[in-house]
């Protein structure tokens, strides 16, 4: 089935570095989305992508919608103590785009040394 | 962003009774909802997608009979754990589907099921 791939797993840095993660496909999405997720919760939306080449900023994050429309990143400036949390891309495949499913990388778990 | 609730946050039951998690959008009509299960330090797993109005779509190898859903109206998907057994311990999570020109899924903030 089809897949994200997404990197790095984990990341351990120090506050005020600059974070950035991505997600890669073998096939072609229509929507690639950011979502953070906190201990025990559920995931928080950060940035929705609609269109290829798409640069949307949310605060001090910024996402992109690859040009190719198989790879999206995701970059975090000035980390900060509560930018500590599991992040998650997902995209929908061309080929779902009538049923709203998305299919999700397996996270990148960001640790922030204050 | 948009509002997704879930109830309860957590369950305990024991083994062999059934639980019902509920998932309500808030603030805009969803006719499609979505349950995933989560397992530690694992992605989200989607489980199957409710329709309003008619039957659920199960992903492969989730059985329909051991989850069944309910999505009774536009705000509100039900699912229930038939007969739970320990392995069905897990985080359970809805999101809800807003659409329209940006079509994008809100998440609720998870049911915590143990069985004991």
């Known amino acids: 089935g089809q897949q994200l791939n997404q990197s790095p797993q984990s990341m351990f840095i120090q506050e005020g570095e600059d974070v950035s993660m991505n997600c890669t496909s073998s096939?072609?999405?229509?929507?690639w989305l950011w979502y953070k997720q906190d201990p025990g919760e559920g995931p928080v939306l950060l940035i929705a992508?609609?269109?290829?080449?798409e640069l949307t900023s949310n605060g001090r994050l910024t996402a992109q919608f690859g040009i190719t429309r198989k790879d999206s990143f995701l970059n975090i400036s000035a980390s900060i103590p509560s930018d500590v949390g599991i992040y998650f891309c997902?995209?929908?495949?061309?080929?779902?785009?009538?049923?709203?499913?998305?299919?999700f990388g397996q996270g990148t778990t960001l640790q922030v040394k204050p | 962003g948009a509002v997704v609730s879930q109830h309860p946050s957590r369950v305990i039951c024991k083994s062999g009774t059934s639980v019902k998690i509920e998932c309500r959008s808030l603030d805009f009509q969803a006719t499609t909802m979505f349950w995933y299960r989560q397992f530690p330090k694992q992605s989200l797993m989607l489980m199957a997608t409710?329709?309003?109005?008619?039957?659920?779509?199960?992903e492969q190898g989730v059985e329909k009979d051991k989850f069944l859903i309910n999505h009774a109206s536009l705000t509100l998907s039900t699912l229930t754990v038939t007969s739970a057994h320990p392995e069905d311990s897990s985080f359970y999570i809805c999101?809800?589907?807003?659409?329209?020109?940006?079509?994008?899924?809100?998440f609720g903030p998870g049911t915590r099921l143990l069985v004991l």
């Open positions: 992508l609609y269109k290829a080449g």
């Open positions: 096939s072609i999405f229509n929507t």
């Open positions: 997902a995209g929908q495949p061309e080929t779902s785009s009538n049923t709203g499913k998305l299919i």
């Open positions: 409710s329709n309003e109005g008619s039957k659920a779509t199960y």
């Open positions: 999101s809800a589907l807003r659409t329209g020109v940006k079509e994008t899924q809100y």
